[in-house]
T-cell receptor
Framework: TQLLEQSPQFLSIQEGENLTVYCNSS?????LQWYRQEPGEGPVLLVT?????EVKKLKRLTFQFGDARKDSSLHITAAQPGDTGLYLC???????????FGAGTRLFVKA | ETGVTQSPTHLIKTRGQQVTLRCSSQ?????VSWYQQALGQGPQFIFQ???????GRGNFPPRFSGLQFPNYSSELNVNALELDDSALYLC????????????FGNGTRLTVT
């Protein structure tokens, strides 16, 4: 059982569409991070959220941390083919020493 | 600023053999974490090293071992390779052992036949 559940697992959309991916847990996290991974490369950090209810924007990407710090969402506006990749959420639990990852959402944006 | 580099990029081994993977941390980072990423999955935590000492371990058997050197570079050793060990092995460095962001290398793709 994954401590961090991501949904959907796979998403194929047309360029210009909007989408939201979710990261859920029954555990509280001191912070959540979102990474993007492209084939043949390691994950690259997009954002870290640390405060319950926090919203961060990175150009067309909007990240939200749930009020209870158990879940997060990533919303992409007007998706582009360059957004294609594996989106991973990752969290550090309070008092823990490791960052754990969800299984990822594989996004494919068609031109 | 030099990023995280891993070697080799690809490796093919036979079941039962041993393998050593290497990682150079990003400049200024004293913590290294190793992850195993199976095809289609998220990275699974193997262990973390902080200032040359193991700082925590995931659910991996003892045949997975590691080292961190005074310059904060690191090795992952796997003994008695099994077919299920085939995966992408990722090294990530961070500023310290708290919740600082992970900076990943591009991984070593290990295939066990």
């Amino acid at each position: 059982t994954q401590l961090l559940e991501q949904s959907p697992q796979f998403l194929s959309i047309q360029e210009g569409e909007n989408l939201t991916v979710y990261c859920n847990s029954s555990s509280v996290f001191s912070s959540l991070q979102w990474y993007r991974q492209e084939p043949g490369e390691g994950p690259v950090l997009l954002v870290t959220v640390v405060t319950g209810g926090e919203v961060k924007k990175l150009k067309r990407l909007t990240f939200q941390f749930g009020d209870a710090r158990k879940d997060s969402s990533l919303h992409i506006t007007a998706a582009q083919p360059g957004d294609t990749g594996l989106y991973l959420c990752a969290g550090a639990r309070t008092g823990g020493f490791k960052t754990i990852f969800g299984a990822g959402t594989r996004l494919f944006v068609k031109a | 600023e030099t990023g995280v580099t891993q070697s080799p990029t690809h490796l093919i081994k036979t079941r039962g053999q041993q393998v050593t993977l290497r990682c150079s941390s990003q400049s200024g980072h004293n913590t290294v974490s190793w992850y195993q990423q199976a095809l289609g999955q998220g990275p699974q935590f193997i262990f973390q090293y902080y200032r040359e000492e193991e700082n925590g371990r995931g659910n991996f058997p003892p045949r997975f071992s590691g080292l961190q050197f005074p310059n904060y570079s690191s090795e992952l050793n796997v003994n008695a390779l099994e077919l299920d060990d085939s995966a992408l092995y990722l090294c990530a460095s961070s500023l310290d052992r708290s919740y600082s962001p992970l900076h990943f290398g591009n991984g070593t793709r290990l295939t066990v036949t």
